[in-house]
């Protein structure tokens, strides 16, 4: 029987990043000044971000981007991650399909999110930076930012949507544990927030309120940067370890992949699984398919406009250029918090308009019901966020089956769902809704944003 699960070359992480914007025939359009409308350049970043963050938003020439030693040491702690081929699932669907899929769940923090949180800490320590602020909404990447900053030695400030602060304090510990400082947003410790809650006390928080609490601290404060964790162009640089890896062990399976899968919030795991795979379909001709599966009730992709629109709900970004559905945009309360953002990254963006790319929506219940099954097939409780990615390739599977097709599909496992199981109880005792949002509340978010007239 040929069942090897594992593929996992020893010692082979890769030692340069991806960077996708030097192979676009048709570049991302750059991140605009809200008042000017002129183009941004790297130095109008530098007063928030990390110079070299900075640098890397803009650069379309250099094709691959070394990483730094000490981001290499710090990889191999966990990587490389094991592509896995999932037989259990092959399996349970009766499917002759072949799925595979990248475990990014294997690191100490349990998602993604930490390749591009070690690399951001440490152009921070390089350049001086002793304090780093950011938001996080579910945890995962407030999460890995902790870590990240207690191994380069930085202080860490993270401002936690009050409501996932009170109702996930697991993840809450996990920083406090790391010891960074959280605090739940709206707080009474910046401008913003003490204007949202004077207005409105009993405010829950929302990623727009952490994003304006952070940048407002990193603003104001000396030594102090901003760090965010998806959607920039320097993120899903970093995330590019994981499909430089996979393109090996694919190899190494002596399979290449028909069909590319990966959940999608802001983009970060998408572009850090496809982009590799996506350079041979632009330089080569190949035909590979890449699909990104986002929520239903957060369908930018699928049922967003592409434009020019701001980052965060306040309106403090530079506007960046996606499909969105508008920065006012509020997505219902569901479970796979990481995927509630209301826009895409600029790439995906320019990828998605150039047919490169193709975009599903899947419904709450669906994603649990395939992350259940890929639970018991595959003996890994994935993150809802990675339920999204499942259900995609589950429906791909089930094609094939219905067509007769041996195709070979791998999907990103952006994380698992070990602290995520609050959700996990709610999907079983049947209390989750699918909710879909109307046309109609997409064009009033739309034309609120201004994005359409
Ligand atoms: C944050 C998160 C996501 C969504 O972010 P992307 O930038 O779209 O990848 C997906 N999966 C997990 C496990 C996450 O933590």
Sequence with gaps: MNTKRFILPENEIPREWYNIQADMVNKPLPPIHPATRQPLKAEDLYPIFCKACADQELNRSDRFIPIPDEVLEKYSYYRCTPLVRAYGLEKALDTPAHIYFKNESVNPLGSHKLNSAIAQAYYAKQEGVTNLTTETGAGQ???????????????AAVYMVKISYEQKPYR???????????????????KAGRKI???????????????????????????????????????????????LEAEKQMEMAGEYPDTVIACFGGGSNFCGLAMPFMRHKILEGR???????????????????????????????????MFTLGHTFRPANIHAGGLRYHGSGSIVAQLLRDGLMEAVDIKQNDSFKAGVLFAQTEGIIPAPESCHAIAATINEALRCKEAGESKTILFNLSGHGLVDMSAYNS???????????????????LKESGITE
């Excluded at 209390?431 to 949002?437: E, F, N, S, T, W």
Aim: proline share 6%; charged share 15%; with cysteine.
């Design 141 to 155: 990447w407030g999460a890995a930012m902790s870590y990240a900053c207690k191994i380069f030695g930085i202080e």
């Design 172 to 190: 809450r510990s996990i920083m406090q544990t790391f010891g960074a400082q959280v605090t739940p947003s709206p707080s009474m410790s910046t």
């Design 197 to 243: 809650l004077t207005e409105n006390p009993m405010h829950q928080g929302s990623l727009g309120t952490a994003i304006s609490e952070a940048v407002e601290l990193a603003m104001n404060t000396p030594g102090c940067k901003y760090v965010l964790g998806s959607v920039l162009n320097h993120v899903c640089l970093h995330q590019t370890v994981i499909g």
């Design 287 to 321: 035909k590979t398919r890449f699909i990104a599966a986002e929520p239903a009730s957060c369908p930018k992709l699928t049922k967003g406009v592409f434009g020019y629109d701001f980052g965060d709900e306040a309106g403090y970004t530079p506007l960046l250029a």
């Design 427 to 445: 999907y079983l005792a049947g209390d989750l809704v699918d909710a879909a949002v109307p046309d109609a509340d997409i064009a009033r978010y």
